[in-house]
């Protein structure tokens, strides 16, 4: 103890020593922490690399480089069970029967909750469909579903297909134009799907298709997409938690505030239009006047703002996965235009009805999701304080989990 106060009165005697002192000091914490991560924590008996459970920096250096999924599947792979412990707090799943326990109703469990450490909140502080508590969820929800009804998309779709008819018009162009019909298709599904997107959440289209490029304000979602995984990463780190404002990028700072100024002013644009577009709007502004099925105004621009970054870019994701598969497998390529040709005889025969009726169509839409999944996250949730069983193994409470969709694994 005396030795102990002795070395301290010197540090702070010599500036040099001080540092070293403090250094020496910050390497023991991260030692001990380490140590404790590895032997003594709740979920140390889980299986898992220990230079992943000691801290949080392999998960983080992955989740950046974009390889969160590949390094998961080695884990899962290396310790051939469907569960892994991916980071000193967390658990990754695998197993299908993980998805009945965590997403449906169990009787006499508390629902999970979403990890707001890795989601965030959208920049006005208040949550969307996306993060919010499972009482404000039901709430929301309520009203939301208005807008995703069967009557609501059969309503919304002359929309749609306008918006179809455009990108396929627009390729047929292409075919004859200076491009000889060689386009990057990612980038047209995508100006499609926003355009789509823009019109039903805020009654004006984005018209990247009418102008084959992205709209300023698209850019700038991809921007905020990073800005989310950037500060996800961070939040992982009670220290950096303090200077992450310190620590983004401006650039990206930028394109998160303008994605944000843009939405509200979109979203109040469209609100002063009324009710009568068969857009989400109209319904949602139809139904909300319950107290127990409500959204307020703040949540209401939350909401639109996860249904632009929800709805564009994850379609065209899976229509630019499809496209690539089918493109390396001629023989279900020549299957699928066999069920198509049969089933149409004139393009106006083709409705998002007629189309749901195509099971091979289907079938190559689901399996993109399956090897080509559009969402990575895994969408973390934590368990509820008292703990739970997940896959009848009982987790600590507070620990936060994930749910992977990695295909063929084990
Ligand atoms: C290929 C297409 C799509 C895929 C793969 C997809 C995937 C997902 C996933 C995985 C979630 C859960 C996210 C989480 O809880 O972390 C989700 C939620 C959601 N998606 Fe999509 N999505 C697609 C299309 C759309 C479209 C077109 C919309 C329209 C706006 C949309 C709106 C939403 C909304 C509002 C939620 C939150 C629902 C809730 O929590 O109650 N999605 N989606």
Known sequence: MALSTEIQRKAFQHPGSFALYSIALCLAFLVLRAIYNIYLHPLSSFPGPKFAVASNIPYVVAQVRGKLPHWLSALHQTYASTIVRISPNELSFIDGEA???????????????KDLLIYGKPPNGVHSLLTAPKEDHTRMRRVIDHAFSAKASREQEPIVTGYVDNLIQRLHGQISGPSQGQVDLVKWYNWMTFDIIGDLSFGQSFACLETQMYHPWVETIFGNLKGITFMGACNRFTILQHILPFLIPKRIKQMIQDHWAATTANVDRRLKHGTDRPDF????????????????????????SLFIIAGSESVATNLSG??????QNPDIMRKLRKEVDSAFTSEDQITAQSVANLPYLQACLSETHRIYPVALTGQAMTVPVAGDTICNIWVPGGVSFSCYTLRDIL
């Open 99 to 113: 998805w009945k326990d965590i997403y449906s109703y169990r009787s006499g469990h508390k629902p999970f909750e």
């Open 281 to 304: 709007m109209s319904p949602i502004m139809k139904h909300n006047h319950d107290e127990k099925a409500s959204l307020r105004h703040e949540e209401l621009m939350s909401n639109a």
């Open 322 to 327: 499809t496209t690539y598969y089918l493109l």
